[in-house]
């Protein structure tokens, strides 16, 4: 069985060989930043990298992020408990690109880790892209073989992301995987989508703006790449369960004896 800590291991040491930066979760509780009560992704600690105003000595850049999505505008506690995937707490893994590389890169990145690392089986797997993003279908299609029916256009907020109401944003792409028929639920885009047999796996958000508070949106310095890929969810799916609390770290067979 594949553990979570191997999973992270994976995941952060894969893209250290592709020149990326393994840098620490930040708190949980943002410093600085007043608009967030809790991180809810990866790229909360490099926010300020992705607009420019402050600089690392990195352009790439790799986390295991704890995330709580408890209010706000990535809002799961009314989820949990009535889905299979989502927890109040969670590890985010992610690989960011400060203006360094974009779609081109991002996506055979993605799909070389989940297919040959993970050794994920393509035929359980299907992406998103936003409806007019044919750059990214184009890169999908090439590397994949995947046919329009497993490239799927998304027109709404769903595949535009945004960090919360002001912040880097731009259109992405999603990954997910099919837990099979016996499991309620239908592909992203179709009126049962939000069952559990296609779950979102990862997330690739190709950063391009950020939202002001007034409500309008400037470009970034340079075309940017923030992802999103949930442990415990790529854990349930590399251990075969489809229930996330079933998963080696959850699962309360696997407390120690004494508690
Ligand atoms: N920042 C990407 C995501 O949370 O999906």
């Given at each position: 069985m594949t553990s979570v800590a191997e999973i992270r291991k994976t995941f952060l040491e894969y893209f250290k060989r592709q020149g990326h930066e393994i840098v620490r979760?930040?708190?949980?509780?943002?410093?600085?930043?007043?608009?967030?009560?809790?991180?809810?992704?990866?790229?909360?600690q490099f926010k300020n990298v992705f607009t420019g105003q402050e600089k690392r000595s990195y352009t790439r850049a790799t986390t295991a992020q704890k995330c709580v999505r408890a209010g706000g505008k990535h809002n799961d506690l009314e989820n949990v408990g009535y889905t299979a995937r989502h927890l109040?707490?969670?590890?985010?893994l992610?690989?960011?690109?400060?203006?360094?590389?974009?779609?081109?890169?991002?996506?055979?990145?993605?799909?070389?880790?989940?297919?040959?690392?993970f050794g994920l089986d393509p035929k359980r797997l299907c992406v998103t892209v936003y409806h007019d993003d044919d750059e990214a279908a184009a890169i999908w299609k090439k590397i994949t073989g995947f046919g329009d029916d497993k490239i799927i256009r998304i027109p709404t907020m769903d595949n535009f992301w945004m960090m919360g109401d002001t912040g880097p944003c731009g259109p992405c792409s999603e990954i997910f995987f099919d837990h099979g028929d016996k499991i309620a639920g239908g592909p992203p885009g179709s009126p049962d989508q939000d069952g559990d047999r296609y779950v979102e796996i990862w997330n690739n958000v190709f950063m391009q703006f950020e939202s002001l508070p007034d409500g309008?949106?400037?470009?970034?310095?340079?075309p940017s790449i923030d992802t999103g890929m949930g442990l415990e969810r790529m854990a349930t799916v590399l251990q075969g369960k489809h229930d996330v609390f079933s998963i080696d770290l959850l699962r309360i067979s696997s407390a120690p004896k004494s508690l």
């Open positions: 979760s930040s708190p949980l509780v943002p410093q600085n930043d007043p608009t967030l009560m809790f991180a809810n992704s990866g790229m909360v109040t707490f969670f590890e985010m992610g690989n960011f690109s400060f203006g360094d590389y974009f779609k081109s890169d991002a996506i055979p990145f993605a799909w070389e880790l989940l297919t040959k690392d309008t949106r400037t470009k970034l310095p340079k």
